[in-house]
């Protein structure tokens, strides 16, 4: 089964490429493709576990704007796959593959469509996570749902690090399951997404949420240091002249010690 991988390198999406090359039997038939930031090119990759691996198994990598080659000539393309890709897949390249085009998004659809699912779970407090297999569409995360495996955890006291690792272990496990269905000329069957259910979190809703207002109370606070909590990266914080002073909890600093 001749596939293309959009991806970027992180430890569960090589996991699922490693399955994808075990399984084909003929590596040199899969292409990994990867979006690469311009400013840099795909250089910036090129230490990476991934890269090493597609050197080591003869996979070709390319950028984003070279995709059209792939898909407008040579031997037919059976299946798209997708996992924490920041760019849209073309329907025009959907639309020349024989078999179906599968994205694994991190987050319970159609809960929680878009980005940072993570970070709004824990701070929505929810009771259950999960992750989703679903068709690709020309909107992002609104294809029918192939599978949700979700699990439940306490997200109004974990934290967004636990959250990540139990999801992408569960991402890596339901990718190579529906791999296999299609791979064995299983009849795959997807539900359709209701548009009116869930809700679209984007960067802008990201980045409001992480403000600490004046009139925060003890609880919200606490919410918010915690869902935003997730070194290195920025997280809840108050503006003060113009600048930006991060808040942390005495519970993280107990968990640090």
């Not at 899969?30 to 311009?38: A, Q």
């Not at 390249?93 to 824990?122: C, D, M, Q, S, T």
């Not at 599978?147 to 569960?170: H, T």
Request: charged residues 30%; aromatic residues 14%; proline residues 5%.
């Amino acid at each position: 089964m001749r596939s293309v991988f959009f991806t970027k390198p992180k430890p569960c999406t090589l996991r699922m490429l490693e399955h994808l090359v075990e399984q084909c039997g003929f590596p040199l038939e899969i292409e990994v493709w990867k979006y690469f930031i311009r400013l840099s090119g795909k250089d910036a990759y090129a230490e990476t576990d991934m890269a090493r691996f597609c050197e080591a198994n003869a996979i070709q990598v390319v950028d984003y704007a070279e995709c059209d080659a792939l898909f407008d000539g040579g031997e037919p393309v059976d299946m798209i796959w997708c996992c924490i890709f920041p760019k849209m897949v073309e329907r025009r390249w959907i639309g020349k593959i024989a078999g179906a085009a599968v994205n694994f998004h991190p987050a319970p659809l159609p809960e929680y469509r878009g980005v940072f699912g993570y970070n709004f779970a824990i701070l929505n407090g929810e009771r259950r996570y999960g992750v989703t297999a679903h068709i690709m569409s020309e909107e992002f995360d609104m294809g029918d749902v192939i599978e949700v495996d979700a699990f439940p955890y306490d997200c109004a006291n974990g934290s967004v690090e636990e959250l990540v690792r139990l999801s992408e272990g569960r991402m890596v496990s339901l990718f190579r399951r529906t791999y296999d269905r299609f791979a064995s000329g299983e009849k795959v069957e997807a539900r359709p997404q209701n548009a009116s259910e869930g809700r679209y979190y984007g960067r802008a809703d990201f980045e409001q949420a992480k403000v600490v207002n004046p009139f925060d109370d003890e609880d919200a606070i606490r919410r918010k240091v915690r869902a935003f909590w997730y070194p290195p990266y920025e997280g809840a914080y108050v503006e003060v002249a113009g600048k930006r002073l991060f808040v942390i909890t005495k519970d993280i600093l107990d968990d640090l010690a």
